[in-house]
């Protein structure tokens, strides 16, 4: 009988663990793909909803149908009064990621996917009401205001930035948010998609799938990072500070947050994109400390560890300049991603076979029990 094959290396790194015909991550020449158009493309000139429609349906939408998904969206954009009931009742210190955990999970427990053919109105409904779980509950539990899910912004960014201040975000503002979706909606087979197909496989409904990919994109190692890398950069006051603390953090051997990939070996093509918006944010607020201070870790780690930023690393700054509050960084990755979540449940759904891998055991021989007065 053939031997099981030893794979090489921990983290399934570098193993194909199934198809998918949504991204390419790291390919030679083309950096990432969605259904192969080059994200840096797809983030200058196309709006977050074109990219959504483009993973979940397979084509870049017309102007009609674009402008049928964006009314859909709009038109789902309120929650159930049971849903906000819940939400008043999370403690303020919660950490908003667990906010949108339950919010996935509870709103799965009121309109659920009874049958797959639900499952793209089920992926509507999330992506839509995202912005309200994660804005309800943040305004109620910090501010004690009680505010409208709904607004007559036309785009998901527009809409998202409303909810979080009350008021309508600049052009700036709504650009930069827009990329920030489109530059975060899809990447293969990341741990958090992975969570989400491995759920998929079981046949389970696409609630437990986005719930459980929640909770593997909130690790500091995955979607975490955005947090603590702001949190690590605004423990410096100025770029000579940030290098000598950096150069610390290597010496201690620290993860440096914000910093390398588990594709990419030499840049993550998302960088360059929002590394410029957020400089183009920092001359907006005439900051002269944090984007230095984000330059000086950079170029510290290029020099010291030719390791580069990841797609976290500038995300940190340029949300802190349009005045989010830093805990809220993640859960808008997760507004985003539930598109190349969806898309990726979807495309299991189609060709399924239960994911379920074999492991090396490592533990003691077979042998015999002993009674429980003679241990
Ligand atoms: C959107 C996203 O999810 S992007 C990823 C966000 N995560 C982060 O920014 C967290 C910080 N980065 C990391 O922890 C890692 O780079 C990961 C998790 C992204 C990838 O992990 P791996 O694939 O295991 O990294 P890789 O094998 O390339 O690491 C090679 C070496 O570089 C080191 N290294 C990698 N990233 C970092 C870092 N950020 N800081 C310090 N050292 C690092 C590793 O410790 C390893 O050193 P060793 O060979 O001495 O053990
Ligand atoms: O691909 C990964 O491992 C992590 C990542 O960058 C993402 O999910 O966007």
Redesign the pocket.
């Known amino acids: 009988m053939a031997e099981a094959k030893v794979l090489s290396g921990a983290g399934l790194r570098g193993q194909v663990a199934g198809q998918t015909a949504l991204s390419t ?1 790291g390919m030679p020449g083309a950096g990432l793909t969605y259904r192969g158009y080059d994200v840096r493309e797809l983030a200058e000139h196309a709006l977050f909803e074109e990219v959504a429609y483009l993973l979940l349906h397979g084509e870049l939408p017309t102007h009609d149908e674009l402008a049928a998904y964006q009314g859909k969206l709009r038109s789902l954009r309120d929650l159930p009064q049971p849903l906000k009931e819940v939400l008043e009742r999370i403690p303020s210190n919660t950490h908003p990621m667990d906010v949108m955990r339950t919010g996935a999970s509870f709103l799965g427990t009121l309109e659920p996917e009874r049958t797959f053919g639900q499952q793209e109105h089920v992926t509507d409904r999330l992506l839509a009401a995202f912005p309200a779980i994660m804005c309800y509950w943040y305004r109620y539990s910090h501010h004690g205001v009680r505010i409208a899910c709904t607004s007559d912004e036309d785009t998901f960014a527009g809409h998202f930035l409303y909810l979080l201040h009350g008021k309508s975000p600049s052009e700036l503002h709504s650009k930069v948010m827009d990329v920030s979706l489109i530059l ?1 909606a899809e ?2 087979f ?3 998609t992975f969570t989400a197909r491995v759920c998929a496989s079981t046949l389970s409904d696409m609630y437990s799938c986005v719930t459980a990919a929640i909770g593997s994109l909130r690790g500091p190692l ?1 979607g975490g990072a955005n947090e603590a890398a702001m949190a690590m950069i605004q423990k410096f006051a100025s770029p000579e500070e940030a290098v000598r603390g950096t150069l610390a953090m290597l010496e201690r051997k620290d993860k440096i947050m914000g910093f390398g ?3 990419y070996k030499d840049n993550d093509p998302r960088n360059e994109v929002i590394k410029g918006w957020a400089r183009k944010l920092a001359d907006e607020a005439g900051d002269k400390v944090l984007y230095p201070v984000s330059e000086a870790i950079d170029k510290t780690m290029w020099e010291q560890k030719k390791l580069f930023p ?2 976290d690393f500038y995300h940190a700054s340029a949300y802190h300049f349009m005045g989010i509050a830093t805990e809220l960084f993640t859960p808008i990755f997760v507004c985003s991603r539930v598109t190349g979540w969806a898309a990726h449940v979807f495309e299991q759904r189609a060709n399924n076979r239960i994911i379920r891998p074999s492991a090396e055991y490592v533990g003691v021989e077979q042998r015999a029990f002993v009674p429980l007065d003679r241990r």
């Open positions: 991550v975060y990447h293969e990341n741990a958090s995955h990939h588990a594709v990841n797609a």
